[in-house]
C-alpha cells in the first residue's frame, strides 16, 4: 500500500502520540508499505509554528526535513495538477491544507492516513 500521511498523523507518528490510531501506526510500520509526506504538511507545520499553533515544534522545525528521511518516509513534492484539482473540487471545504492533500492522494492513487472525517466528502481512500 501507499500511504499518504495527514499532518497530524505524521507528528503524531514522529512522537509516538497514543492518539494516532492502532491501525494507522501498523500500516505506517509494515515494510510492504511506501510511506510519503507532502510538501504541504511542511507548509502546514511551519505555518502553523510561526503563528503560535505548534510551539512544540520549536525543537525539531529546522531538522523536519532530516528527521523526515531518517524516518524513512519520502516526501511528495506539489505538482502543477495537484493545484488544479484542488482548486475544481467541488466541495466547499475552504482549508487550502486539506484540499490540497486530497489532490495528491486523488492523482498519485496514495491512501490518505487520517483522523480528520472531512476526507470522506473528496474521492480518496482514507485509513485510521
Do not use: C
Not at 510492504?32 to 507532502?38: Q, T
Not at 507545520?45 to 510561526?50: E, G
Request: proline share 5%.
Amino acid at each position: 500500500m501507499r500511504l499518504l500521511l495527514d499532518t497530524h498523523a505524521f507528528l503524531w507518528w514522529l512522537i509516538d502520540d497514543s492518539r494516532l490510531s492502532r491501525m494507522a501506526r501498523e500500516t505506517i510500520m509494515s515494510a510492504d508499505n511506501a510511506v510519503y509526506v507532502s510538501a504541504v504538511t511542511g507548509w502546514e507545520v511551519a505555518t502553523k509554528h510561526r503563528l503560535g499553533k505548534l510551539p512544540e515544534a520549536d525543537a525539531v522545525i529546522a531538522r523536519l526535513p532530516e528527521i523526515t528521511v531518517r524516518a524513512g518516509i519520502e516526501t511528495l513534492p506539489l505538482e502543477f495538477s495537484h493545484g488544479v484539482r484542488s482548486g475544481n473540487y467541488l466541495n466547499n471545504h475552504g482549508d487550502p491544507f486539506d484540499r490540497m492533500l486530497a489532490a495528491q492522494a486523488e492523482i498519485e492513487g496514495l491512501t490518505l492516513v487520517t483522523r480528520d472525517p472531512v476526507f470522506r466528502d473528496f474521492p480518496i481512500k482514507v485509513l485510521w
